[in-house]
T-cell receptor, first 110, second 114 residues
Framework: GQQLNQSPQSMFIQEGEDVSMNCTSSSIFNTWLWYKQDPGEGPVLLIALYKAGELTSNGRLTAQFGITRKDSFLNISASIPSDVGIYFCAGRQYGNKLVFGAGTILRVKS | GAGVSQSPSNKVTEKGKDVELRCDPISGHTALYWYRQSLGQGLEFLIYFQGNSAPDKSGLPSDRFSAERTGGSVSTLTIQRTQQEDSAVYLC????????????FGEGSRLTVL
């Protein structure tokens, strides 16, 4: 079945550092999405990518849709304490359900 | 409301009892999804509704789980004869169209089976 391998599983970073996480799959996806989940809440969409090679920014966040359509990465620049949370990648093949990675837990040392 | 609404937000039940979880999607969204999130885990797909098409039930873990969507809007996820391993947060999400990957999530229903 469709599986997304998300890494790293968790990370501690120093405030102000840049963060990078990625998602890979053996399957091709037409859409890649990145979500963030805060404790006790549902995931919230950060960035959506619809085209291979696409690079999209949202404030301090930058995400790319891999050229092979089998991977995506998310970068966070100059991390701050409120970046703490769980980040999920998600991928969709046209007309199919959205599948999620296992998440990257981000903890920031203040 | 403006967002996806789920109820109850918390449910504690005894093993063997049936539970119903409700989801009100964003008005006009044709696609509705249920996911399950166990403690510290990712999102496990359960079921997907799209308009009047037959739902994709491929993620339901057992025949104790069922879901329906009435009138293309509100959905109910039912778990019969609950087991302790059913304890999790059940998240509902909706999207505008099937090809629209942007899912909007509710805050979830936390189920605890004693």
């Amino acid at each position: 079945g469709q599986q997304l391998n998300q890494s790293p599983q968790s990370m501690f970073i120093q405030e102000g550092e840049d963060v990078s996480m990625n998602c890979t799959s053996s399957s091709i996806f037409n859409t890649w999405l990145w979500y963030k989940q805060d404790p006790g809440e549902g995931p919230v969409l950060l960035i959506a990518l619809y085209k291979a090679g696409e690079l999209t920014s949202n404030g301090r966040l930058t995400a790319q849709f891999g050229i092979t359509r089998k991977d995506s990465f998310l970068n966070i620049s100059a991390s701050i304490p409120s970046d703490v949370g769980i980040y999920f990648c998600a991928g969709r093949q046209y007309g199919n359900k959205l599948v999620f990675g296992a998440g990257t837990i981000l903890r920031v040392k203040s | 409301g403006a967002g996806v609404s789920q109820s109850p937000s918390n449910k504690v039940t005894e093993k063997g009892k049936d539970v119903e979880l409700r989801c009100d999607p964003i008005s006009g969204h044709t696609a509705l999804y249920w996911y399950r999130q166990s403690l510290g885990q990712g999102l496990e797909f359960l079921i997907y509704f799209q308009g009047n098409s037959a739902p994709d039930k491929s993620g339901l873990p057992s025949d104790r789980f069922s879901a329906e969507r009435t009138g293309g809007s509100v959905s109910t996820l039912t778990i019969q004869r609950t087991q302790q391993e059913d304890s999790a947060v059940y998240l509902c999400a909706s999207s505008l169209a099937p090809s629209d990957g942007e899912l909007f999530f509710g805050e979830g229903s936390r189920l605890t089976v004693l």
